[in-house]
C-alpha cells in the first residue's frame, strides 16, 4: 500500500540552528499538510499546501516556518531558527482532494529535538 | 470552530475485555470523522473513519465505531482487547478545508 515517507526519522539540532524536514507525500495526492506533536499532548494543525501554494495555516505557523515543494516529489517544512519549544514530532500527511471524503493519510513523523 | 473532545484521559482494561474510547465532536456541519491509534514512538495510523451511510463502520485490528448525530458522538470499541491494542488512540474531525482537529487522545493499557 502506499505511504508517506518522511526523512529524517529523528534529528537533533542546537538552538537557533535551521531544519528541515522532508516528506515524500503518496504519488497521486494533491493536498499536503504539517502537523506537530509535542510530547505527551495532541496533534495540532500547521499547514496545508495545494498547487503550489499554502491554502491554510494555524496560529502556529508562524514566520519562521515554511513550506515547499522542491519538485515533483518532495514536500518540506523549514524551520529557520529553532527554538526548545519546536521540540516535537512532525508528521507530514496528505490527500487526494480537499477534506470531504478524502481522507488523510500520515507519515511516521519525525522526531525534532532542539537542545 | 470545530473541536473534538475525547473525556478518557487514560482507560485500562484487562485483555479479553471489550473496550469502549469516547468521542465527542462539535461541527457545524456534516463531521469527518477518524480514529488513528499511535504506538509509543510510532506515527499515526488510520484505524477506520466514518464520512456518510451506515452509522456503524468497521476498521481494521478489530475495531469499529458508532456515529450517534444526537448525541454528537463517535465512538471507538472493540469486544475483546489484546496485548498489543495498548497504544494512544486519538479522534480526529477533519473538515472541507482539509484541516484535521484532533481530540487530545486517550492512553489505553492492557492488563494480562
Known amino acids: 500500500e502506499p505511504e508517506v515517507t518522511q526523512t529524517p526519522s529523528h534529528q537533533v539540532t542546537q538552538m537557533g540552528q535551521e531544519v528541515i524536514l522532508r516528506c515524500v507525500p503518496i504519488s497521486n495526492h494533491l493536498y499536503f499538510y504539517w502537523y506537530r506533536q509535542i510530547l505527551g499532548q495532541k496533534v495540532e494543525f500547521l499547514v496545508s499546501f495545494y498547487n503550489n501554494e499554502i491554502s491554510e495555516k494555524s496560529e502556529i505557523f508562524d514566520d519562521q516556518f515554511s513550506v515547499e515543494r522542491p519538485d515533483g516529489s518532495n514536500f518540506t517544512l523549514k524551520i529557520r531558527s529553532t527554538k526548545l519549544e519546536d521540540s516535537a514530532m512532525y508528521f507530514c500527511?496528505?490527500?487526494?482532494?480537499?477534506?470531504?471524503?478524502?481522507?488523510?493519510?500520515f507519515g511516521e513523523g519525525s522526531w525534532l529535538t532542539v537542545v | 470552530a470545530q473541536s473534538v473532545t475525547q473525556p478518557d484521559i487514560h482507560i485500562t482494561v484487562s485483555e479479553g475485555a471489550s473496550l469502549e474510547l469516547r468521542c465527542n465532536y462539535s461541527y457545524g456541519a456534516t463531521p469527518y470523522l477518524f480514529w488513528y491509534v499511535q504506538s509509543p514512538g510510532q506515527g499515526l495510523q488510520l484505524l477506520l473513519k466514518?464520512?456518510?451511510?451506515?452509522?456503524l463502520v468497521q476498521g481494521i485490528k478489530g475495531f469499529e465505531a458508532e456515529f450517534k448525530r444526537s448525541q454528537s458522538s463517535f465512538n471507538l470499541r472493540k469486544p475483546s482487547v489484546h496485548w498489543s491494542d495498548a497504544a494512544e488512540y486519538f479522534c480526529a474531525a477533519l473538515s472541507n478545508a482539509g484541516k484535521s482537529t484532533f481530540g487530545d487522545g486517550t492512553t489505553l493499557t492492557v492488563k494480562p
Open positions: 500527511a496528505s490527500s487526494v482532494g480537499q477534506g470531504g471524503r478524502n481522507t488523510i493519510y
Open positions: 466514518y464520512f456518510s451511510g451506515d452509522t
